[in-house]
């Protein structure tokens, strides 16, 4: 938003980035340190839970220290969708093994095409580039055995899925 002072535009980012990088990751280095889950990888399905629960946590946070501020709705409607999206990605992981990776590319993808169609915003580019950015990643975990190519494309398609979704029902 161009009503947005740039250094408060720097500190939302901060906030941002601490608690939806830099906190997740940290609090997974303080797991594996501590024992709760055996290897940062995390193959085994019950070595995400733990993680995936604080993510959504610092997620939620997040969203709930934004709200504090005046910003404009798509970013709290992004933030409480990728919440959500982390929690369904738990509770699928408590059954199945799924590609957390590609469950956050769907997301991304999703959020820009939402982005291009609400906003009318001249992103076609970055709508590409996210797509071919989600098949390099997906490639890789395919490579790297992490997956099996259903879990690669269900994970792309719950993020992708539930973004486009939850955006058209609060858009209505």
Known sequence: SYSIPPQAKQFILLIVFINTAIAPALSALLLKRSGLIKDLQMDDPADRIFPLLITALFF????????QITLPSLIYYFLIVATLLIIL??????????SIHMVSMGGL????????????????????????????????RLLLRAHTPIQVYAGFLLGLGVMLFLFNLLKA
């Open 60 to 67: 939620f946070l997040t969203y709930y220290l934004l709200r």
């Open 89 to 98: 990605t738990l509770l699928i992981t408590l059954r199945w093994k799924i």
């Open 109 to 140: 993808s999703g959020f820009l095409l939402v982005c291009m169609m609400l906003l009318k915003a001249d992103i076609f580019w970055l709508v590409i580039l996210s797509l071919i950015v989600s098949g390099v990643a997906g490639t890789a």
